[in-house]
């Protein structure tokens, strides 16, 4: 279980920074295709993809975190926290919007359903008594 969360964390990172490296430099592109947005009909559409690009590189940086730090988040301790949070929040925020603005997408079910394994992998792992 632990080598499977450990492959899990490295999976789940460069998920993260593939999407996110994408997301800030094909935003327009991105939110046509993936969502059937033209930002030509948002009212402010540079702020609009500003914050999207900027929400990009946050997901850039999580998956940073994850591939940099993948031995201390299986070491237990603030980074595994942190790491949990991260996923969680992820999982959390998913579920919100499912429950508020309806169902979403196959492709966005899909990865609810894969955060929530790496999660509960992750919190399966054997971990020392030193761990958290």
């Known amino acids: 279980m632990s080598r499977a969360a450990s492959l899990l964390v490295l999976a789940y990172g460069l998920m993260l920074v593939a999407v996110g490296a994408v997301g800030v430099f094909t935003a327009r592109w991105e939110l046509y295709r993936l969502f059937g947005l033209d930002l030509g009909h948002v009212g ?3 702020s609009f ?4 690009g900027f929400l990009k590189g946050v997901e850039l940086g999580a998956g940073s975190f994850c591939l940099l730090l993948r031995g201390e988040i299986m070491a237990g301790g603030n980074a595994a926290k942190a790491f949990v949070i991260l ?3 992820g999982i959390f925020a998913r579920a919100f919007a499912w429950a508020v603005h309806g169902r979403p997408s196959a492709l966005f079910i899909a990865f609810l359903v894969l955060e ?3 999660l509960a ?4 792992r054997p971990r020392s008594r030193r761990g958290a």
């Open 87 to 89: 996923v969680a929040g």
């Open 44 to 46: 402010d559409a540079r």
């Open 116 to 118: 929530t394994v790496v």
């Open 49 to 52: 993809a500003n914050q999207y």
């Open 121 to 124: 992998v992750f919190l399966a």
